[in-house]
Structures are given as C-alpha cells and as structure tokens.
T-cell receptor, first 113, second 116 residues
C-alpha cells in the first residue's frame, strides 16, 4: 500500500462548480499537509498548508484535514477555467525528516467554460 | 513565497553524454534541497536529499553513481545525470525548504530531459 493515495481522475467540471479533491494516507505520523497545483510541464506551486487536523480557508480554496480518518480534502469554490491543472496532495512528519514530502499521484482537473 | 530557480527548463542530449541541472534558491539560504523525478501522469518520486557541505542521501533504488548531486553552497545544488540513456528521459524537479518555515517546500520550474 502506498503511503499516500489520490485518485488521478481526470475530473471535468463546468465553470462555477464546487470541486472536491481528496487524499487518504496510512502513516499516522504525518502532521503537515499540503496541496500543490501543477500546470503542465511546470513545477508544483504551493496552494495550501495545514498543520494537524482542522480547516483552513484562503479565498476560494478550503483545505480540511481529518487525522482520525487519515483523510484530507481540498475544496475549490466558484471554479474557473484557470483552475485547470493537476492538484497534488503532499504530507510530511515531524522530526529529522523535516522537509521530506510524500506525494499523492495528483488529480487532473479541467474546468470548462 | 520563496523563489527556487531551476535551469535549464528543457534539454535534449545524446545517449552516453552527461547533463547537469542546477537548482538555486534566490532569496533564502537552503541547507537542504530535494530532487524529484516525475513521469507523465505520475506523482513526484523523491530521488535524493541534498545537504549543503555533505553527501546526498539517496532513496532506495536510485543509483548514486548515475545521479550525482553536489550541494556546494547554501543557494545551489546540482544534479548531474551521467551516461544518460533514453530511459532517463523524464521531468526532474528540485525543491528547497526555507529555514524556519516548517515543512513548506518551494519548487523549481522543472527540467524536461530527453535523451535521444
């Protein structure tokens, strides 16, 4: 079993829709949770960063972490065609491996006008 | 956010030659940088952790003699793919962590390597 599981999609939604992206994980030591957006042939760009359980909101984006279920989500409200990209979840644990990220496979999202 | 610059963005080389990829942190000092490899429609796979002033730590299955990493300064790490083969063709991405900012990692733009 991979440490981080993410449905690769593809996911296609109309403009204005609410998008829900999810990841599950198996390592209970993960404490830091991130969402990255990656456009084709570009490096990942950090979108959201959350420590431990809870919700975090930034504009149209909301990140949720449920450590009891080992489940994290990213919601995109009022989705735009410019949101079309691959979304990668990533997580890390405290300690000497600080900075070492474990990535999901990425979900390819297309928002059509 | 912090800026990480990677160069070149694209390179085509012949089989048997070596290719060097540079990763620079532009506005902070990075004691640790990470090198990833990404195949089409796949996730980022960590290849190695580069530590300034010491030897890199390679992930299991990554040939350290083939993928040479040098982290000679606090702002520069290089990855050299030696004796490249077509199966080395991939997207290589570096990242760096800004000290004091927990585990947030910032990524370079990536390098598309094609070996012909």
């Amino acid at each position: 079993q991979k440490e981080v599981e993410q449905d690769p999609g593809p996911l296609s939604v109309p403009e204005g829709a609410i998008v829900s992206l999810n990841c599950t994980y198996s390592n209970s030591a993960f404490q830091y949770f991130m969402w990255y957006r990656q456009y084709s042939r570009k490096g990942p760009e950090l979108l959201m960063y959350t420590y431990s359980s809870g919700n975090k909101e930034d504009g149209r984006f909301t990140a949720q972490v449920d450590k009891s279920s080992k489940y994290i989500s990213l919601f995109i409200r009022d989705s735009q065609p410019s949101d079309s990209a691959t979304y990668l979840c990533a997580m890390s644990q405290r300690g000497s491996t600080l900075g070492r990220l474990y990535f999901g496979r990425g979900t390819q999202l297309t928002v059509w006008p | 956010g912090a800026v990480v610059s990677q160069h070149p963005s694209r390179v085509i080389c012949k089989s048997g030659t070596s290719v060097k990829i540079e990763c620079r942190s532009l506005d902070f000092q990075a004691t640790t940088m990470f090198w990833y490899r990404q195949f089409p429609k796949q996730s980022l796979m960590l290849m190695a952790t580069s530590n300034e002033g010491s030897k890199a730590t390679y992930e299991q299955g990554v040939e350290k003699d083939k993928f040479l990493i040098n982290h000679a300064s606090l702002t520069l790490s290089t990855l050299t793919v030696t004796s490249a083969h077509p199966e080395d063709s991939s997207f290589y991405i570096c990242s760096a962590r800004e000290p004091g900012r927990s585990t947030e990692a910032f990524f370079g733009q990536g390098t598309r390597l094609t070996v012909v």
